[in-house]
């Protein structure tokens, strides 16, 4: 596989699971993002890892919780979520300069019951 | 900071007619522009950008945007749209010196080509 690719891509949960959305991305690139998307809304960008490490945390609620093992994966652990939590979750990568591109992953469409 | 307005949610167009999509930001500083498509169940993709040199940018598809910096403006044309241009499309902006991560996004509109 090439790109930007998210796993799963749809996922439906209560707000007492624990659930994780998986990124990876196979572009040698050095940053990577999570974006949350809801409808009439600009991205949000919630996380920024650059290196492994995370350098941007946009006052997201902890129940949000990321993890960058290595350049190529990113996660987001998912815990006692909240129905306004329900969005579209984007990952991204890019070379940590800023007139890179970034690439998108297709995201997770999250629904919280 | 930056922010980014885009004036229309939403643009529905014929095919084969032009359209236009608007984008205005504000800066206290010189930015990068940047303009990107997501389809369907799709993600985000980068259709042009705007770094330097010649303020109109020719993008992938046959788009094409003018960066206006008395105006503020950096606005996406197309001169004539295919049912397959339906889409949201989002505007975008970051500092010069800063880094990727400073990327600012419009709230998108979607165009929408009708046969």
């Known amino acids: 596989e090439t790109g930007v690719t998210q796993t799963p891509r749809h996922l439906v949960m209560g707000m007492t699971n624990k659930k994780s959305l998986k990124c990876e991305q196979h572009?040698?690139?050095?940053?990577m993002y999570w974006y949350k998307q809801s409808a009439k809304k600009p991205l949000e960008l919630m996380f920024v890892?650059?290196?492994?490490?995370?350098?941007e945390n946009n006052s997201v609620p902890s129940r949000f919780s990321p993890e960058c093992p290595n350049s190529s994966h990113l996660f987001l652990h998912l815990h006692t979520l909240q129905p306004e939590d329900s969005a579209l979750y984007l990952c991204?990568?890019?070379?940590?300069?800023?007139?890179?591109?970034?690439?998108f992953g297709p995201g997770t469409r999250l629904t919280v019951l | 900071a930056q922010s980014v307005t885009q004036l229309d949610s939403q643009v529905p167009v014929f095919e084969e007619a032009p359209v236009e999509l608007r984008c205005n930001y504000s800066?206290?500083?010189?930015?990068?522009l940047f303009w990107y498509v997501q389809y369907p169940n799709q993600g985000l993709q980068l259709l042009l950008k705007?770094?330097?040199?010649?303020?109109l940018v020719k993008g992938i598809n046959g788009f094409e945007a003018e960066f206006n910096k008395s105006q503020t403006s950096f606005h996406l044309r197309k001169p004539s749209v295919h049912i397959s241009d339906t889409a949201e499309y989002f505007c975008?902006?970051?500092?010069?010196?800063?880094?990727?991560?400073?990327?600012?996004f419009g709230s998108g509109t979607q165009l929408t080509v009708l046969p």
């Open positions: 991204a990568s890019s070379q940590d300069g800023n007139t890179d591109t970034q690439y």
């Open positions: 572009l040698g690139h050095n940053a």
């Open positions: 890892y650059s290196l492994e490490e995370r350098v």
């Open positions: 800066s206290s500083v010189s930015v990068y």
């Open positions: 705007y770094l330097s040199g010649s303020t």
């Open positions: 975008a902006v970051t500092p010069l010196g800063g880094s990727a991560r400073q990327l600012t």
